[in-house]
């Protein structure tokens, strides 16, 4: 139970994170970054006050669906991908699957970092349109197991910047235009389009790369082997630095 002092009410963090629905990670991260002000126990413990935690994060859930109105709704999102993937008949059903889950990790991801509330919204739009570029992806290379030509493979690649020249030409995507274009690129500098390393990456981009990897390796659609929640933490955790951004993966493996 929340302690009361002097008519005010405090929090613990885990009662906090209980009160709006968040990880405890948040709420931790929340404190460190100074966005969430605390007081501390005698003993070092922080608490927080209930007003305190009203200001902050109420008014944070309501900045959030704010933004998210002003900028484009995902319904509308939503009716973009479904009309885009439809020419790609299961393959476009597979991708819109894909794209509603990596949306969706992505946001809770974002969250947990503590990322801003317009960088939550972008990432979200980002994610649910990311392969949105796969709209000129031949179908039968899409979702196909096996061995690639060198050739097919480069026609894949290519929905990277492909997605950027089409958000980038539309009003209303062209924030997330270069969050899309970057979300195969790699911290060693091995991915595509451009073969950005480290930093050059925009960072919504590398929260899309891990949570696009994670569903591609978890989901039972997957055109890779599927393996197991605890098979794919081992995998991502072994690319990190190399593939991923090691200080996002070890938030998002403390998420799972
Ligand atoms: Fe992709």
Redesign the pocket.
Known sequence: MQKVYQGEIFFTPKQAAEYFNLSLSTIKNYIYAKKLKTLKTPGGHHRIRRSELLASLGEREEKYNAQEDSMVSMGTCSNVLVNAFKALGSAGELLILHSRNVSKISHDLARELAFTDREIALVKIAGIL??I??IASKKNILYRKGAISERDYELLKA??SRGKEILAAIENFKDIADIVSQ??ERPDGRGYPLGLKGDQINRLSRVLSIA?AYDTIVAPYSYKKTLSRKEAIDELIHNRATQFDSEIIEVFVKTL
């Open positions: 990311h392969d570029g796969h929905h990277a979300h195969h696009e």
